[in-house]
């Protein structure tokens, strides 16, 4: 298991498919870590981060089509969107302990213009400002199942009918009249923790781990485009660190929407660097408030 996540604890344990799937709990200074641990005990751990407003769930499909019988000698990220970003800037900050990175509709770094940056952390602590002091005020909202989904696919239109409904497994609780959403809504609050174009560059040389850009032709550059023309950028960058970068058809979450379609990319990618056959443990998990690390 990863050093870091050493405090896990277990409390249940499914099967999906083949694979041993086992819940857990972690406490931490700001709340709770929870996710999901795919495979044996003893394999080698691949992190999986999930993207903005969604949950470990996000990677239910995609997971059981990975073979479990990859080894790594430190451990490997995937990251999906927002979770991307985390997985560029942990990989910037401590390369001795990534081995390999799949960047599922993610550049790794999303950079803001310097002009806009006095504006933007303002209006963010604003918004944390405001939100603290009304906290004890705000009532969470009630919603039948359908009006949860509603509400999910509302605000992701390119989630499937599916994909929705296994997001809202891990999305939503039950309370006296219905079901109220379980995730942090500081979520939409303007990110303060911003990086130049210059400086997300700088931060790209560092990283020492192989690096594969997997992009959905109907994705990130479309819903959610990096501002001022930045892609460009970063995909040079990454292409001269000799990344992977591949395109696929489909949308930004193609890798719970069609996971098929990336499963065996992500396969051969990891595939083409193993040391040895040791089983792998995949751990996918959900950071309450991970806005405050880096997101869109």
Same mark, same amino acid.
């Given at each position: 298991?990863? +050093? ?79 979770? /991307? ?91 006296? /009249? /219905? ?45 959610? +485009? ?37 499963? +065996? ?32």
């Amino acid at each position: 298991m990863i +050093p870091a996540l050493k405090g896990i604890r277990h409390f249940a344990t499914t099967t999906t498919l083949t694979q041993a799937v086992s819940e857990f709990r972690m406490t931490v200074p700001w709340g709770e870590v929870r996710g999901q641990a795919w495979g044996p005990d003893q394999g080698r751990p691949v992190l999986c981060l999930h993207g903005w407003a969604d949950n470990s769930g996000s990677f239910n499909r995609l997971i059981p089509l990975l073979p479990n019988a990859l080894q790594w000698k430190r451990f490997s990220i995937i990251g999906h969107s927002m979770g /991307g970003n985390v997985a560029g800037m942990f990989s910037a900050l401590y390369p001795e302990m990534v081995e390999s990175v799949v960047l599922l509709d993610s550049y790794g770094f999303l950079p803001t213009n310097m002009s806009r940056m006095v504006q933007l952390i303002k209006k963010g602590m604003d918004q944390h400002v405001m939100y603290d002091n009304e906290a004890d005020d705000k009532k969470e909202k009630v919603y039948t199942y359908e009006k949860a989904k509603e509400r999910l696919m509302s605000a992701n239109r390119f989630l499937s009918d599916k994909s929705a409904d296994i997001l809202l497994e891990r999305a939503v609780r039950e309370v006296e /009249g /219905g079901l109220v959403f379980t995730r942090d809504f500081r979520i939409i609050m303007r990110n303060i923790v911003m990086i130049t174009l210059e400086q997300s560059l700088f931060m790209l040389s560092l990283i020492q781990a192989r690096v594969m850009l997997l992009m959905a032709d109907q994705g990130l550059d479309n819903v959610f +485009p990096v501002p001022d023309g930045f892609a460009d950028d970063l995909r040079k960058g990454w292409m001269d660190q000799k990344g992977t970068i591949v395109c696929v058809e489909g949308d930004h979450h193609v890798h719970l929407n069609k996971p098929d379609s990336v499963a +065996p990319i992500i396969t051969d990618f990891l595939q083409s660097h193993r040391p040895d056959s040791t089983e792998m443990t995949l751990t996918a998990i959900s950071l309450p408030n991970f806005n405050t690390l880096l997101s869109y």
